[in-house]
T-cell receptor
Framework: QKEVEQDPGPLSVPEGAIVSLNCTYS??????FMWYRQYSRKGPELLMY????GNKEDGRFTAQVDKSSKYISLFIRDSQPSDSATYLC??????????FGAGTRLTVKP | DTEVTQTPKHLVMGMTNKKSLKCEQH?????MYWYKQKAKKPPELMFV???????INESVPSRFSPECPNSSLLNLHLHALQPEDSALYLC????????????FGPGTRLTVT
């Protein structure tokens, strides 16, 4: 079993849709959870950083962490074609370096 | 400013060449990282420097040699690479190692011929 599981997709939605991206993990020591957006041939860009369970909102993006279920989510409201990218979840603990999910390829169609 | 810069953007090298990749950050971060990313795969950790000392080497072949001249700079020296080493090489930095969010540079796209 991989430490971090993420469905690679691809996921295709119409413009304006709500997008839900998810990751599960097995290591209960993870405390810090991140979502990165990566455009083709570019470096990952940090979107959201959350600590422990709960929700965090930033503009059209909402990150949720449920540590009891070992499940994290990223929601994108009013999706735009410019949101088309690969979304990587990542997580770490004070004693362990970051572990990435496989990345989900998202296409938002006009 | 959360910028990490990397040079060159693209590099083509033969299997007998020696080249270096460079990374720079001016955020006062004390941890810096090298990752390798193949197409449609997540980044794979290669090396971690914490306070300018190598703290993690993820069993990377010796043809990759990292160097941290100071707290702002990170180099990756390349020698006798193989075609399968062709990939996007990413540098990242964070305030400290482990818990803090990492900021990535744009990467160097390396092709080994």
């Amino acid at each position: 079993q991989k430490e971090v599981e993420q469905d690679p997709g691809p996921l295709s939605v119409p413009e304006g849709a709500i997008v839900s991206l998810n990751c599960t993990y097995s290591n209960s020591a993870f405390q810090y959870f991140m979502w990165y957006r990566q455009y083709s041939r570019k470096g990952p860009e940090l979107l959201m950083y959350t600590y422990s369970s709960g929700n965090k909102e930033d503009g059209r993006f909402t990150a949720q962490v449920d540590k009891s279920s070992k499940y994290i989510s990223l929601f994108i409201r009013d999706s735009q074609p410019s949101d088309s990218a690969t979304y990587l979840c990542a997580m770490s603990s004070p004693r362990a370096d970051m572990r990435f999910g496989a990345g989900t390829r998202l296409t938002v169609k006009p | 400013d959360t910028e990490v810069t990397q040079t060159p953007k693209h590099l083509v090298m033969g299997m007998t060449n020696k080249k270096s990749l460079k990374c720079e950050q001016h955020m006062g971060h004390r941890a810096m990282y090298w990752y390798k990313q193949k197409a449609k795969k997540p980044p794979e950790l290669m090396f971690v420097y914490s306070y300018e000392k190598l703290s993690i080497n993820e069993s990377v072949p010796s043809r990759f040699s990292p160097e941290c001249p100071n707290s702002s700079l990170l180099n990756l020296h390349l020698h006798a690479l193989q075609p399968e080493d062709s990939a996007l090489y990413l540098c990242a930095s964070s305030q400290g190692q482990g818990a803090d969010e990492q900021y990535f540079g744009p990467g160097t796209r390396l092709t080994v011929t």
